[in-house]
């Protein structure tokens, strides 16, 4: 009965795995839709405005589980895990294709073991540490790569890298000092407390209103952020919390090995290019990532 449930739970964790490579696979070609009509900080702080306004409801309903304790980390994470990527994303992606931007995202298991080594004194192994090596050098080729295969410094590609950061401290957080809450609970009252800054920035410090009443592609930008907000956001980010909980962060991490095969696709289909600096880069990160996790 003990190895049948543990073997359910290792498929349920599994299929989180899939569906959240999918969700998170599909928000570079998202953002890419978005940013036809609308400017990064639109894309953004609209982004962050729709998964706040989906998860109000059981924001209200779980704020009685939180206690003064969890305040400061959940409005941490609400920053780190949504808010600040969001906008680092948008403006990285004006000048990054789609399928770059994706792979450049599966760096973010290294930073989560790097700042687990750090900040909460994880053991590292020569395996970590060789992994971890590989996988920044992959990054540094991967920011080298310029667009039409020659070699410069992409500074775009450096907001990524810190959106990744940003990553790595959301799920150290979630893992070490979370624990006691659920999923929903951490994601919906963490976007609770982030959705009204997201709100004053969009209608006060953007253009979106003026955009909205004169581009005719407006419409279009506005629902591919607003579905990135509510699946891409809001329920994916549910899902990732419950597998961090259920499994441990580097696993819940490595949902960044799929995620780039997926913004790949969507990157090919949608006529995007990539050079061999470009594609060495991607393979180097990958494998470092993979490295790295390998038991």
């Known amino acids: 009965m003990i190895i049948r449930q543990q073997a359910d ?13 999918l969700m998170w696979g599909s928000s570079f070609i998202l953002i890419k839709r978005g940013l036809v009509a609308l400017g990064p900080g639109s894309v953004g702080a609209l982004r962050i405005l729709a998964a706040s306004i989906f998860l109000l409801i059981p924001a209200i309903s779980k704020a009685k589980y939180i206690k003064s304790k ?6 941490t994470v609400g920053f780190a895990g949504s808010f600040l990527p969001a906008f680092l ?4 992606q004006t000048q990054l294709d789609s399928a770059v931007a994706g792979v450049l995202n599966a760096v ?22 060789a992994g971890m090596l590989i996988g920044f050098a992959g990054t540094a080729w991967l920011v080298l790569a310029g667009s039409q295969g020659n070699v410069m410094v992409n500074i775009y590609a450096f907001l990524i890298i810190g959106a990744t950061v940003c990553y790595g401290v959301n799920v150290n957080l979630i893992k070490f000092k979370l624990s006691d809450l659920d999923a929903l609970t951490i994601t919906s009252v963490s976007m609770a407390m982030v959705g009204p800054i997201a709100a004053a920035f969009l209608f006060l410090k953007t253009d979106f209103m003026y955009v909205m009443s004169n581009d005719p592609h407006a419409w279009w930008s506005l629902g591919a952020v607003g579905l990135l907000g509510i699946m891409g956001t809001a329920v994916a980010l549910v899902l990732f919390n419950k597998l961090v909980h259920i499994t441990n962060p ?29 594609i060495a880069g991607m393979v180097l990160i990958l494998a470092g990532v993979f490295i790295a996790n390998r038991r």
């Open 250 to 278: 580097v696993f819940a991490s490595s949902v960044t090995y799929l995620i780039p095969i997926v913004a790949l696709i969507w990157g090919i289909i949608d006529g995007e290019k990539l050079f061999i600096g470009q």
């Open 89 to 92: 994303f948008a403006k990285a």
């Open 108 to 129: 973010t298991p290294l930073w989560v073991i790097g700042i687990g080594i750090l900040v909460f004194k994880q053991r590292i192994t020569i395996r970590i540490f």
């Open 9 to 21: 739970s290792k498929s349920y964790s599994w299929i989180i795995l899939i569906v959240l490579a």
């Open 70 to 75: 969890h305040i400061l980390p959940l409005l």
